[in-house]
DNA sequence: TAGATTGTTAATCGATTAACAATC
DNA sequence: TAGATTGTTAATCGATTAACAATC
């Protein structure tokens, strides 16, 4: 590890990324205070969290739109592709397998796994569903980088297990579980009804 | 607002809820340093975000588990139903009218609408999919409080203006974009390629 | 009483932002 | 040069956590 960005901004450069394509039309120059009001942060945040990635701006000029997009790119990792693996082809699995946006942040389904017999050899967005079975090979033969959980709780850790175990580094987590999970592997959650909570917690308070 | 928790804690409280579900099992005494195991979390930090619910452990012996979970779930506002819209049925609108984890969290979904005359009239989850037409007058009718945005990026804010003008406070955003939004409204948005874009940052620096 | 665990303080850590010199 | 905007400092703010007295 060269430099070293801490985790508030890492979490917010993907957004960044996006205001700069919803901004693609404008400009070739493009101010912290242009992006601050896109995505809704200080400006100051802005040229902080720009100035991690190695300064960029011209003074008294802004940012090169494009520049910008590619040196965040280049920092998140997202020039080459990554291959994911989604388990689970219940709906929330097919929302992703369905889901356009990946491709354009060179993320690439390479396969759709599930337990149901019914589900397995039926197709989601051109994929074959495969069997849960397979996952050892196919993270091995796929090269897979990124393991997406979409099962029901219950299975969700033993799934986690299988993942680590097959050396895949890094878990999106949607079922609604807690994981247990291995130093040096990364896990996001992603969780709807805490997001509900946290709603249900502002009608109240506000 | 009588009490002010801090927002970290808020963000905390329904994945303390979740964990404190997953351990029904276990006796009615449950101490900090139990939750934090299940939670991931530090002990100390447990025990002051608990402080804010007004204390309720017993020094030597824990927390009632009982009692803990039904405070958690009155300061959450999780006591009284909450009526749910969710716009757009697609793959994720339809994941979410079918997700069983909403109503054991008292959410109510009372209607999945769409633009799409093909799918209005169809069923999801038991639910009639209806036009993005009647948005207003089901907001109205149904007493909605909170919206679920699972639209294309194109329309999502244009629904969002439709649901604040019709006085819905809280919306959950599934769309890749950035809601400009009114003061007093909650937005809390979930972006599934901003969660692989901070994975693939972690696999690149670790 | 002895052992355990809370509730709270105070220290620490990290993140945000106002302010401004540097400079295009 | 005058105007604009960066890059960075230093102040502020909020969140985390070690430590321990209180007390069951």
Redo the contacts between chains.
């Keep these: ?1 060269k430099v070293s ?1 801490p985790e508030a901004t ?2 917010r ?3 960044y ?3 700069l394509s ?1 901004m693609a039309h404008t400009d070739s120059a493009c101010s912290s205070e242009d992006l601050a009001q ?3 942060v200080n400006s100051a945040q802005i040229r902080k969290d720009l100035s991690y990635l190695g300064s960029q701006g011209t003074r008294g000029v802004g940012y090169n739109h494009e520049d910008l997009r590619e040196q965040i790119r280049k ?4 020039t080459s592709v ?1 291959p ?1 693996i989604v388990v689970g082809a ?3 699995g ?3 397998a ?2 356009k ?2 491709s354009t ?1 060179s ?1 690439e389904i390479v396969a759709v796994l599930d337990v149901d017999e019914a589900k397995i050899g039926t197709r989601v967005n051109g994929l074959i569903v495969e069997s849960l079975r397979q996952l050892e090979q196919i993270v091995e033969e796929k090269r897979v ?2 393991g997406i959980i979409a099962t029901p709780p219950s299975t969700a850790q033993s799934v986690a297990d299988r993942l680590m175990a097959s050396g895949v ?4 987590n949607l079922a ?3 994981l247990k999970t291995d130093d ?1 592997v ?1 896990v ?1 959650r ?17």
């Design positions: 590890m960005i890492v979490a450069l993907p957004l990324l996006r205001c919803d896109a995505a809704g920092v998140l990792g997202l990554h994911v219940g709906n929330m097919a929302a992703l369905n889901y946006g990946f942040w993320f980088e990124i580094r890094s878990i999106l609604p579980t807690i040096g990364s996001r992603v969780d709807l009804s805490t997001e509900l909570g946290i709603l249900a917690f502002h009608l109240k308070h506000m």
